[in-house]
């Protein structure tokens, strides 16, 4: 998997996303979430949104995923 699918699946999830993913080894990324769809929620349930946008992907063709979230400012 490329951090452009990676990107896509998440814009695709949350489409008032703003989204980073970076990682070029094919195993492990960095991704960088802001979405006001975050606002009032704690950090594991905007985790859980994003990794909701991966649905099978993730477990299946990403080995690690350092995630960061955020609302806009």
Do not use: C, N
Request: hydrophobic share 40%; glycine share 6%.
């Amino acid at each position: 998997m490329e951090s452009l699918e990676i990107k896509k699946l998440i814009e695709a999830g949350l489409p008032d996303a703003t989204v980073e993913v970076l990682g070029d080894d094919g195993q492990h990324f960095d991704a960088y979430v802001e979405s006001p769809s975050f606002v009032g929620k704690p950090l594991l349930a905007q985790h859980k949104m994003v990794y909701a946008t991966l649905g099978d992907s993730f477990e299946s063709a990403l080995h690690a995923l350092a995630l960061k979230t955020s609302v806009p400012r």
